[in-house]
């Protein structure tokens, strides 16, 4: 198996090149769609975040209301903490588990856009 790790910020391409190598038979493994899944209503995710951040973060119709969670978390560093210790985890682990369902052959691409940031990948100097 080859694993490759695809970041970059928003308008970079990574869904332009996740597409081609898709084409071309990579598995592509996208922690965006995962974290979105990880929150969804009726999900563990959901109920501790609603745990952390309260009622107030849920839309409606219950599902999470991203803008105004990201409203509290992005002015608040270790708000911001909490909701990745919520959410990391659970990506990492249905990352993991993708991972472990391709086959021994394929290459695996992992679509995570602050890869590097996170200290989720190995990283030279530059």
Not at 40 to 68: E, I, Q, S
Not at 85 to 100: K, T, W
Request: charged share 20%.
């Amino acid at each position: 198996m080859l694993k490759v790790g695809l970041t970059g910020g928003i308008g970079a391409g990574k869904s332009e090149v996740s597409r081609l190598l898709v084409e071309h038979g990579a598995v592509l493994i996208d922690a965006d769609r995962i974290a979105r899944e990880a929150v969804a209503p009726g999900t563990p995710g959901l109920a501790a975040v609603v745990d952390a951040f309260g009622a107030d973060v849920l839309t409606a119709d219950g599902g999470l209301d991203r803008p105004r969670l990201g409203s509290i978390v992005f002015a608040d560093p270790e708000k911001l903490a909490v909701l990745n210790a919520i959410v990391h985890p659970l990506v990492g682990a249905r990352s993991r588990e993708l991972e472990a369902a391709a086959a021994q052959d394929a290459v695996v691409v992992h679509d995570v856009p602050l890869l590097t940031e996170n200290g989720l990948a190995p990283c030279t100097t530059w």
